[in-house]
């Protein structure tokens, strides 16, 4: 089975700082990735498909990038509302989520 | 617009099941395809399996095989998941998701991402 880890396992930043979330599947997954974002209490929300593709309604400053083995969230400018956990999934007839990366304030 | 409804809260017993549904509506439901992804208490998703209701039958994770059954019923616009054998370690959230899929290859729904998520069912296990 395909493994998927992600890098950090937590981040504080400041506002208006650009931050990088990274990704990595254990073999080569093409462009088979998504991301989602977690808010304290909240559902998961779909960020990207197709490891660039912007989800609707989706803040522009969330880009996606990378393919094979190794993929990277970015937030080019960090919000408060942008607290959250961030969570890399790689598709398949299996899907398989990658552990986390928890995104707070400096 | 896509709305999925899950089925309320359950407390269950060790060593019984627990049948979670969720009702689709704004989709055309033979056609899509629906994951369960369990949530236990901190962080960490997990997906236990899926379904495309044109098929029938789901697929299911390793971790989950032979104690969760993934069903859909067209009539009603319902997908089921059932999990059996519960320990403690099943206390979690369980959610519903309309899953992307890019159809059945080889007795296998092959699954993308999730876009539209139910709001959870939470299930205790406890004596």
């Known amino acids: 089975d395909i493994q998927m880890t992600q890098s950090p396992s937590s981040l504080s930043a400041s506002v208006g700082d650009r931050v990088t979330i990274t990704c990595r599947a254990s073999q080569g997954i093409s462009n088979d990735l998504a991301w989602y974002q977690q808010k304290p209490g909240k559902i998961p929300k779909l960020l990207i498909y197709?490891?660039?593709t912007l989800q609707s309604g989706v803040p522009s400053r969330f880009s996606g990038s990378g393919s094979g083995t190794d993929f990277t969230l970015t937030i080019s400018s960090l919000q408060p509302e942008d607290v959250a956990i961030y969570y890399c999934q790689k598709y398949d007839s299996v899907l398989t989520f990658g552990p986390g990366t928890t995104v707070d304030i400096k | 617009q896509v709305q999925l409804v899950q089925s309320g809260a359950e407390v269950k017993k060790p060593g019984s099941s627990v049948r979670v549904s969720c009702k689709a509506s704004g989709v055309t439901f033979r056609r899509s395809a629906f994951s369960w992804v369990r949530q236990a208490p901190g962080p960490g998703l997990e997906w236990m399996g899926g379904?495309?209701?044109?098929?029938?039958?789901?697929n299911y994770a390793q971790k989950f095989q032979g104690r969760v059954m993934i069903t859909a019923d067209e009539s009603a616009s319902t997908v089921y998941m059932e999990l059996s054998s519960l320990r403690s370690e099943d206390s979690a959230v369980y959610y519903c998701?309309?899953?992307?899929?890019?159809?059945?290859?080889?007795?296998?729904?092959?699954?993308?991402?999730?876009?539209?998520w139910g709001k959870g069912t939470t299930v205790t296990v406890s004596s």
């Open positions: 998701a309309r899953t992307y899929t890019s159809g059945w290859f080889g007795g296998l729904g092959y699954y993308h991402y999730m876009d539209v």
């Open positions: 197709d490891v660039s």
């Open positions: 379904i495309i209701p044109a098929y029938g039958s789901g």
